[in-house]
């Protein structure tokens, strides 16, 4: 594979991170995974946009503009024919420890590739128990690096036997999977959590609220018992979901062909 | 500087992370920070218990014994005189992409150093309304890679002019600072925050719990506005507090000084 790092392409094996960069050592920094459509990347505008939104709520100034993102990210895709995604990762670069930012910050910009994946079939989903989302935290806004509790939330879905695990937020209420927004049949309408119950503000959520498709709606756990139809999206794809808890629903196959419609 | 990586010694400009690596694409990981005295680690087996206890949370094998992680900290310490503190950070390593670990993990070991810290003045602390902890989050307990809230806070702080910000959690009662445990006078007794409100089992905080100097209770904004004195600990020092959101204390030199013996 073929990266970006340091302004320039690279091989991946010879790419170095430093020891004492802040995304390593304090998780401080962003991330985008962007789907790749005949080479080249999907929805930029937004994924860029969701980008520069995440680096203000840490005040993290980019020395980079949209075109120089760009350009980087056409080159990684070039230069990895065959690939299904990029992920865009920026931290806050290298610095002595302690919490506080220095004076001159030296942001870290990798680009690194992944082959497209196949149809995942549909999922069956628990709730994690084993940890929550905190919608207080403006991270549960942005894509920050700091990834930890969808790690233990999808561990407990492999131990359980299941394809993925829904989060609650702290009051209860559901948010998201480990790494795509939730949509839920309820009532005859499509419905996802709002971001104030701490779903990620996804590129794929924000296409279909914007299409009408889909309304923003709180979701307790109940609603997930009856729900007649549920499915996963995020920037790389839609799954239906099969299962929640052992509830079974019937699967959105109409829903999911408009859906990907809007997200062509 | 001198770190570990990849089971030995070597220059930090040469040492290379891995840009697949987990802890910096996901935070997936752990660190523990450990004062130097005498250029020898102190309560060196309570972090590696620490770390064992994080590992465990994280469902993540560490592959070294304790005597290899001590031989490799001491070899750190010693190509570093003069350090004050030494930094240990495991992370899952590298990895395909994925939140799902992969089935052979080969994690690594960062072992790095830092020089002796002057001592600090009386801190004047915010309250962080930026964001706060989840102590619903196992995350909460262990010391993950997973900074960004700390980080957040202490921004806040600095542009508020502040040392410090103290972090509440999700149901607003007091948890800790950004990187040490709070220690507060109410009452004629010293408390500190429950880790069930979200404090970290800190080292420091450990040994004066065990000492009989501070009991666990909850802290609620008002015991903060109310209190006559209070301090910071973690495992690098104690800091004394001179002030929180403009409520002035009792600087706490005797009491430093009892928990300066306590900790040596």
């Keep these: 594979m073929m990266v970006w790092l340091d302004d320039r392409l690279q091989p991946a094996a010879a790419a170095r991170i430093a020891p004492t960069d802040r995304g390593l050592l304090l998780g401080d920094g962003l991330f985008e995974t962007i789907r790749l459509s005949g080479g080249a990347p999907s929805h930029l505008s937004r994924h860029l946009a969701r980008l520069s939104d995440g680096a203000a709520v840490l005040d993290l ?17 070039a230069a990895n024919p065959g690939a299904g995604s990029l992920r865009l990762t920026v931290t806050r670069g290298p610095a002595p420890r302690g919490l506080l930012p220095p004076a001159v ?3 870290t910009l990798l680009i690194t590739a992944a082959p497209a994946a196949d149809p995942l079939p549909p999922a069956r989903l628990i709730l994690a128990r084993s940890t929550c989302r905190n919608a207080h935290s403006p991270l549960s806004r942005i894509k920050s690096l700091n990834y930890g509790d969808g790690v233990l939330a999808r561990q407990e879905a492999a131990r359980a036997g299941a394809d993925d695990a829904l989060l609650l937020n702290t009051s209860g209420m559901v948010a998201e999977a480990t790494a795509a927004c939730l949509f839920l049949r309820r009532a005859g309408r499509w419905i996802t959590p709002p971001v104030a119950d701490g779903a990620l503000p996804g590129i794929a959520r924000g296409l279909l609220l914007e299409a009408g498709f889909v309304a923003e709606e709180r979701v307790t756990v109940e609603d997930l018992a009856q729900a007649e139809s549920a499915f996963l999206a995020n920037s790389l794809g839609l799954r239906a979901v099969a299962a929640v808890e052992g509830h079974w629903m019937t699967l959105p196959e109409l829903a999911l062909t408009a859906a990907a419609r809007i997200l062509a």
């Design 61 to 77: 100034p980019l020395p980079w503009t949209d075109a120089m993102l760009a350009e980087a990210l056409a080159a990684v895709a």
């Design 105 to 107: 910050v030296q942001p």
